[in-house]
């Protein structure tokens, strides 16, 4: 069922994709330039929300590599725009957790998103993006 946290985290998912992808790319425009249809958007939204939310979010999560410092970089990234279990939290409050400044962890989840936006990060992400929808939908991959 879509309620208004089900909104909050859609929208936190979409600002956090538009900071990887770039400005625009949001679901509803990835799916369709997809392939997806209006309607089954619309579908895909309504009736699973959560569910895609959280294999998006599983997704994000699951994918931090690199250096012994990206998974630090990486949960900052997802405390920041809400997408951790603990909500959306200030750069201020990250920082406590890490005896960091806010300004070094502004740093900090900036090179992870320059990592996030190298092209074969962008396509894994756009791929999982739409096999996730298929899935869900119960459609084939096309």
Same mark, same amino acid.
Request: aromatic share 8%; glycine share 6%.
């Given at each position: 069922?879509?309620?208004?946290? &089900?909104?909050? /985290? @859609? ?6 994709? $538009? ?17 997806? &249809?209006?309607?089954?958007? $619309? ?9 895609? @939310?959280? &294999?998006?979010?599983?997704?994000? /999560?699951?994918?931090?590599?690199? &250096? ?14 809400? @997408? ?19 300004? /070094?962890?502004?740093? @900090?989840?900036?090179? /992870? ?30």
């Amino acid at each position: 069922m879509n309620n208004g946290n &089900s909104n909050d /985290r @859609l929208e936190q998912v979409n600002r956090l994709l $538009e900071k990887v992808l770039g400005p625009g790319e949001r679901l509803p425009e990835i799916l369709t330039t997809s392939g997806f &249809s209006l309607t089954q958007v $619309e579908i895909l939204f309504r009736d699973y929300l959560e569910t895609y @939310l959280d &294999s998006i979010v599983a997704y994000i /999560r699951e994918t931090c590599s690199g &250096s012994s410092d990206e998974p630090r970089r990486h949960d900052m990234m997802l405390r920041y725009y809400g @997408l951790a279990e603990s909500g959306k939290e200030t750069l201020k409050s990250i920082g406590k957790n890490y005896n960091l400044s806010s300004e /070094r962890v502004r740093q @900090l989840i900036l090179l /992870r998103f320059y990592t996030m936006r190298e092209p074969s990060y962008q396509q894994s992400l756009r791929d999982h993006l739409k096999q996730t929808a298929h899935q869900i939908l119960d459609e084939p991959i096309s």
